[in-house]
């Protein structure tokens, strides 16, 4: 089977994080699959390469100092600068389009997988016109956000799903609310993107007395909520170390409530880093906390899990399919800084059976290790290309 995938992140080089999920599926899928990749070009990369068992194109759609869309989360930036902005995004996606119809014609591809609705499903529904190979589009989460937010993402939506055989939401959640920004009776199989065997590690026997939390800066992440439920536990008497690790619009206001709340001492900030530095992290924490709403799935709870620390989400979005709560995490309450602190609090009472419920934490995660999905993946595309 000859997959053509269209993504606008791909690792550029070892150690980059940019859909180092992408990359860790397709090397896991059988001999049976000749992948193909398709992803934006960036000055110092080849436009070509053969890597592991498969061949990389990029397709440029500027200047080198101006190929910027990709790789640096400013795709959504480019929308606010207007006429300039729309431009380079529309000629991201026509170049994107005009070169995967060129492959799928000349490697006689069999099927085409795009992650992300926009732009790669867009891209490939654009160049598939006229051609009858099936479709099949991951969901992310971010796409879906964006489509919802947006005048006519609903319409966008539609044109693209129009063409779709197969859409793979990572989780049931977002599956269900693509559902509801669309009119396409699209069939849905969840398929979650695999998280790295390097996260897993040996059983832990001590419960180490520091929190971590890791992901963009952003309101969404609701980081804000994690520090107030530290500040609730100095103010009790139990002084936790919190580690956040990322970057994004919210760093200098997080920074201020921390003053604010007379946690300098307690909280460390670490900016971005990169993806194989994150066990080295994980290391030092005993429990990962991540109180988002609206999280596509959730991948770090997933990574902690498997580095044997124990798992706080938010009770809602893709969390809900991570963890099972009292069992292989805790769910709390959304946007509760109280029931945030009650939960951490109910952890450090007592060691044994935290440890215990990180176990089986680490045990349950094991299933979203990149081999089991890539031998799903592997059979949706023979039943798709058979049916």
């Given at each position: 089977m000859r997959i053509l995938y269209l993504t606008h992140n791909y690792p550029r080089f070892?150690?980059?994080?940019?859909?180092?999920?992408?990359?860790?599926?397709?090397?896991?899928?059988?001999?049976?699959?000749?992948?193909?990749?398709?992803?934006?070009?960036?000055?110092?990369?080849?436009?070509?390469?053969?890597?592991?068992?498969?061949?990389?194109?990029?397709?440029?759609?500027?200047?080198?100092?101006?190929?910027?869309?990709?790789?640096?989360?400013?795709?959504?930036?480019?929308?606010?600068?207007?006429?300039?902005?729309?431009?380079?995004?529309?000629?991201?996606?026509?170049?994107?389009?005009?070169?995967?119809?060129?492959?799928?014609?000349?490697?006689?591809?069999?099927?085409?997988?795009?992650?992300?609705?926009?732009?790669?499903?867009l891209a490939a529904r654009f160049a598939l016109a006229g051609i009858r190979i099936p479709l099949l589009v991951s969901l992310h989460g971010t796409d879906v956000r964006l489509l919802s937010r947006l005048p006519l993402g609903r319409l966008a939506a539609d044109f693209i799903l129009s063409k779709v055989d197969l859409a793979l939401p990572v989780s049931r959640y977002l599956g269900t609310r693509l559902k509801k920004i669309t009119r396409m009776d699209i069939k849905c199989i969840t398929l979650p993107m695999p998280a790295s065997g390097m996260f897993l590690s040996s059983t832990r026997r001590v419960l180490k007395r520091a929190l971590i939390g890791i992901g963009n800066l952003t309101r969404q992440k609701r980081f804000d909520v994690l520090i107030r439920a530290v500040g609730i536990l100095k103010k009790e008497g139990l002084s936790l170390e919190l580690t956040l690790v990322g970057d994004g619009v919210e760093k200098t206001g997080l920074r201020s409530l921390v003053a604010e709340l007379g946690l300098a001492g307690s909280v460390r900030f670490t900016g971005s880093l990169p993806h194989h530095h994150l066990p080295g992290v994980l290391r030092d924490a005993g429990v990962m906390v991540l109180p988002s709403v609206a999280e596509g799935f959730g991948m770090v709870l997933v990574e902690a899990q498997l580095a044997g620390l124990v798992a706080i989400g938010a009770d809602a979005g893709g969390q809900r399919e991570i963890i099972n709560h009292g069992e292989t995490g805790i769910l709390v309450r959304p946007d509760d800084p109280r029931a945030l602190a009650s939960a951490i609090r109910d952890l450090y009472m007592n060691d044994e059976k935290t440890l215990r419920l990180a176990q089986a934490g680490q045990q349950a995660a094991r299933r979203f290790l990149a081999l089991p999905a890539a031998e799903r993946l592997a059979n949706i595309y023979s039943s798709i290309l058979h049916r």
């Open positions: 070892k150690g980059d994080h940019s859909g180092a999920f992408i990359q860790q599926l397709i090397r896991a899928l059988p001999s049976s699959v000749e992948p193909y990749i398709l992803c934006p070009h960036q000055k110092g990369l080849s436009r070509k390469e053969e890597r592991g068992n498969a061949a990389i194109y990029r397709f440029t759609y500027a200047g080198d100092e101006a190929e910027t869309l990709a790789y640096h989360g400013k795709m959504l930036d480019a929308l606010k600068e207007g006429l300039k902005g729309f431009a380079l995004l529309e000629r991201f996606i026509s170049r994107s389009a005009s070169l995967a119809r060129r492959i799928v014609e000349t490697e006689e591809i069999d099927l085409v997988h795009a992650h992300w609705l926009v732009p790669a499903g």
